[in-house]
């Protein structure tokens, strides 16, 4: 009996935790896992044309894609253009099949109103109404985009694609630029990283050596741009680094430049823009880490005979570079998706991925692609954070 009731508490203890968390978890999963999980499924699923020609993805089955259209093709395909279908579900599968070959738009447009406009009994074939349909190009074209799942968009965000053979290969010049923006992302990213690095160690030595109302004043310095909003701050430097801002007109007053210095819609810009956003990131774990190192150690290498660079290169940055690597996968973690700092600092050529997958979402409504891009920079913020999470529980790593 003493056991029934021993089972009986820890359960309801257990089941009392439980409803504790449950509303944690449950917003979680709402607001974090079911968003990722829709972008992904967005990124690799594609049932558009399937859903508007479905008698003629049944018909294409039997196709051995290179002769022409058989008379069972043809007949699906009127047969669906006849059948009722939602405007905006036919326009999204136009889209699709002209992304596949240009032209498709006007050539499905022709023959649906051809389609439509015929009368009931009338007999049609596809070729009288353009010549187009007799080439099986087209044909290949309605049955590549009839897979419900496809890895079209996935390739597409690397700029890469599939030939008539199905084969990988790369895409067209100047069909898209997603590798370029995507390097230059990662190119923005590494530089503010580095520059936060170089700013931020020093810093963060100056905060540990400081005491009392010092350490106070340089940590309400470092703090205060995170309790101001993104959207303040960049446009703080906005007013800053435009031709008639402080900085040009201090340096034009200092004579070390004649005339005002192009600070804005480019890189250097998003450079310095997002280095005073992201800065903090960088300061507070080293800080952290360097408040876990005794402050002996640097005494004892002087009195060793070891010199102040020698000290801190063979004891400090050993000691502190697991919290300097820590702050840096933070850093270029958190500066990979930055949207707000390039689109208002940077120029047309300065605009990071995080722009074109707000394009593709809310400027041409292509969920695929945009599902697609986000999911490439998961996958990279992934695999930082787990090497940060690494970094963050390894014991104190030493470099020579």
């Not at 290969?169 to 898209?176: D, M, N, P, R």
């Not at 800080?287 to 004891?315: C, K």
Request: charged content about 10%; aromatic content about 8%.
């Amino acid at each position: 009996m003493h056991g029934y009731f021993a089972v009986r508490s820890a359960l309801r203890a257990r089941l009392g935790a439980i409803a504790l968390v449950a509303p944690l978890m449950c917003f979680v999963l709402f607001f974090f896992f079911w968003p990722l999980a829709t972008m992904m499924q967005a990124a690799v699923t594609d049932g558009t044309v399937r859903g508007v020609l479905p008698e003629t993805a049944a018909a294409l089955s039997d196709w051995d894609g290179e002769s022409g259209p058989t008379a069972a093709m043809q007949a699906a395909l009127i047969a669906d253009l006849r059948a009722p279908a939602q405007q905006m579900d036919f326009g999204d599968a136009v889209r699709r099949l002209n992304s596949e070959i240009s032209g498709f738009r006007s050539l499905m447009s022709r023959t649906a109103t051809a389609v439509r406009g015929a009368p009931e009994g009338s007999t049609l074939t596809l070729v009288g109404i353009d010549q187009r349909w007799g080439d099986p190009k087209y044909w290949q074209a309605i049955r590549r985009a009839m897979p419900l799942y496809t890895d079209r968009n996935l390739l597409a965000a690397v700029d890469l694609t599939r030939d008539a053979r199905g084969h990988i290969a790369q895409a067209e010049g100047g069909a898209s630029a997603n590798r370029q923006i995507l390097t230059r992302t990662f190119v923005i990213s590494a530089a503010v990283t580095l520059l936060c690095a170089a700013i931020g160690l020093p810093y963060a030595m100056i905060i540990a050596a400081s005491g009392g109302w010092v350490r106070t004043l340089l940590l309400i310095a470092v703090l205060l741009p995170l309790w101001t909003s993104l959207l303040v701050r960049t446009a703080a430097w906005f007013i800053l680094l435009q031709n008639e801002g402080i900085i040009n007109d201090t340096l034009i007053a200092l004579g070390l430049t004649d005339a005002p210095v192009q600070l804005i819609f480019n890189r250097t810009g998003v450079v310095i823009a997002m280095t005073h956003v992201l800065l903090p990131f960088m300061v507070l774990p080293i800080y952290s880490g360097l408040l876990a190192i005794p402050n002996n150690l640097l005494p004892a290498a002087a009195s060793l005979g070891a010199t102040r660079l020698q000290a801190f290169r063979h004891v400090l940055l050993p000691l502190a570079f697991p919290s300097l690597m820590s702050g840096c996968l933070l850093v270029f973690m958190v500066a990979l998706g930055y949207y707000i700092t390039p689109a208002l600092v940077g120029g047309a050529e300065e605009q990071m991925i995080s722009s074109v997958i707000a394009f593709f979402a809310t400027g041409t409504a292509n969920w695929g692609m945009a599902g697609a891009l986000g999911f490439i920079l998961l996958a990279v913020t992934t695999l930082l954070y787990f090497v940060y999470g690494r970094l963050s529980r390894s014991p104190t790593m030493m470099i020579n």
